[in-house]
Structure formats: structure tokens, C-alpha cells
């Protein structure tokens, strides 16, 4: 197994590959299993966007490309709720307009078989959701911002 560690955004993620397999591989990304397929030598490698689960029977991952597993640039101020590890959004608690307080579990993410729960940073009402339930995510993604 070889590791790597790449820096994405001024964020470092240690990747391993676990097995190369012709095309297809399949490496961990801080602890996330991924299957990766390479698609030219030279250009796009696709990301299948949800972990590898290797004890579930779960359907089909859909493909994204490596582009969608990298943080958005962060909507910044003290309102932007992100990720503090990378995991599954496994449920938003929230909608767009609802009033939270702080240390409120706004949402809840799932990582390394354990649920986590995202609280609100401050008072105040929910302006935008940047994800959806059962997205991927990296560590430093912004999940939601509050006004």
C-alpha cells in the first residue's frame, strides 16, 4: 500500500491506494474508502462519490468527477457551518428560513461508522443549504451558512 499526501485548498488529505486493479483502484482519502477510475493517463480521473461500504448491500454509487469531491470555497464569516471531518451528510435538520440557536444539531454526518452532530456556530436564521443528504464530503466544506 502506498500513501500520499496531498494538499487541496491549503488542506492536506493523506490518500493510501489499497488495490490497483488495470483502471480502477481503490484508495482511502482520510479514512473514506473511494473507488477511483483512471480515465485517461493524461487528463480526468472520475470519483465515485460515496465511500466504499464494504458489510452493506447499498446500490449503485453514481460517478462524479475528482472536481466535486475537492471544498468549495468557503462561504466565509462566522454564519458558515463545515464539515470538521470528511463523512456522509446523513441528515439536514434545518430548511432554508428556519431560526436556529446556537449549539443547535443542525445537521449530522456521518464518519468512520459513527454519527456526528454538526451544531450551529451562532444565533440566527438559516440563509443557504450546500449540500444534500447522503452527499460526500471533505473536511473544511461549508454545509450551510447562518445569518
Not at 13 to 40: F, M, P, T
Not at 77 to 94: D, H, T
Not at 108 to 127: H, S
Request: net charge negative; proline share 6%; charged share 20%.
Amino acid at each position: 500500500m502506498k500513501q500520499f499526501i496531498y494538499r487541496i485548498n491549503g488542506q492536506d488529505y493523506i490518500v493510501a491506494v489499497n488495490k490497483l486493479d488495470n483502471s480502477v483502484a481503490e484508495v482511502a482519502v482520510n479514512g473514506s474508502n473511494y473507488e477511483v477510475e483512471l480515465v485517461n493517463n493524461e487528463e480526468e480521473v472520475t470519483l465515485i462519490s460515496r465511500p466504499v461500504e464494504k458489510n452493506a448491500a447499498a446500490p449503485a454509487p453514481k460517478k462524479a468527477t475528482v472536481a466535486a469531491a475537492t471544498p468549495a470555497p468557503a462561504a466565509g464569516g462566522p454564519g458558515a457551518v463545515k464539515s470538521p471531518l470528511p463523512g456522509i451528510v446523513v441528515a439536514i435538520n434545518v430548511n432554508v428560513g428556519d431560526k436556529v440557536t446556537k449549539g443547535q444539531n443542525v445537521a449530522t454526518l456521518e464518519a468512520m461508522k459513527m454519527e456526528n452532530a454538526i451544531a450551529a456556530p451562532k444565533d440566527g436564521t438559516v440563509a443557504s443549504i450546500n449540500v444534500n443528504q447522503g452527499d460526500s464530503v471533505l473536511e473544511g466544506v461549508t454545509i450551510l451558512t447562518i445569518e
